[in-house]
């Protein structure tokens, strides 16, 4: 999806040197960038699964331990002084891993409807508040609504080329955060609660971004709203295409299991990083 006008290095060369910390750190939106997104996405829900369901580390202890996981790699882009793809796309990826136990302990419980086996409990601590996908939903669509009207209230521009200060970094990876989960509590919704299934769901969030890309030749249409919600559709795509290559055959999945498709993914995820890294060094 071509998105020059949401973020690009073409104004590089005419900013001041006090711009150029966050600048450089940003990578252009094209179609390669949401490859990696959605790759980044998709490994987040099986990832995510792996350690919260198929070690039984639980959703309580697993959101904890990946959202510290989070922080530490939030530290290292922030610190960093470029762009450099290793960092931002580690963050993505954490973003979604974190974003997935976060939305799976919102809207799951210990019910037998999302423990199977035979299972009554799924690690240490609280099972979940199962509150359900449309609340969770809700509650997520809420907090990011909070967060662009403090972005709005701050005066600074929702332009992502132009973000300048860590304030406004800050509030782009909360930003980043928040629309993660939520995607997990869409596709999770569609996937188990609409009747589409794992395919169907990823097809109808597929056809969502297509018109998406047709809206991008409509002027009125700002390319920065059309960005946030490409962002937010790209992590149910992942959360779906991620349940269909671990879930079952019984339930229209292909069974391949977390820990074989989060390591395969992971290695078509670090050459497209090392891909990127290697474009970046080019003059």
Do not use: C
Not at 60 to 72: E, G, N, P, Q, S
Not at 188 to 214: I, P
């Amino acid at each position: 999806m071509e998105q020059p006008e949401v973020l690009t290095d073409l104004d590089v060369a005419s900013t001041s040197s006090t711009t150029k910390s966050v600048m450089k750190k940003l990578p252009e939106v094209t179609l390669a960038f949401w490859i990696m997104k959605i790759a980044a996405t998709t490994l987040g829900e099986t990832a995510g699964d792996l350690f919260s369901q198929t070690l039984r580390l639980g959703y309580f202890l697993t959101t904890i331990a990946l959202f510290l996981v989070f922080v530490v790699t939030l530290v290292v882009q922030l610190a960093s002084s470029h762009y450099n793809p290793f960092f931002y796309w580690t963050v993505i990826l954490s973003t979604s891993m974190a974003g997935t136990t976060v939305s799976d302990f919102m809207n799951r419980d210990a019910s037998s409807k999302y423990l199977s086996n035979g299972a009554t409990s799924l690690g240490w601590g609280p099972q979940g508040l199962g509150l359900g996908y449309p609340t969770g939903a809700a509650i997520l669509i809420s907090v990011l609504l909070v967060i662009f009207a403090v972005w709005k209230a701050s005066g600074m521009t929702f332009q992502i080329r132009d973000i300048v200060t860590f304030r406004g970094e800050a509030l782009f990876w909360s930003a980043i955060l928040v629309s993660n989960t939520l995607g997990t509590s869409m596709g999770d919704f569609l996937s188990d609660s609409s009747g589409l299934g794992y395919a169907g769901g990823a097809l109808l969030v597929t056809a969502v971004l297509g018109v998406l890309v047709a809206l991008m030749k409509v002027p009125v249409v700002p390319n920065v709203l059309l960005f946030w919600i490409a962002f937010v559709l790209t992590r149910p795509l992942g959360a779906t295409a991620g349940d269909f290559l671990t879930k079952p055959v019984a339930k229209g999945g292909l069974d391949l299991g977390t820990a074989g498709s989060s390591a395969v993914l992971l290695a078509i995820l670090f050459g497209l990083m090392a891909y990127a890294r290697v474009r970046e060094r080019q003059p």
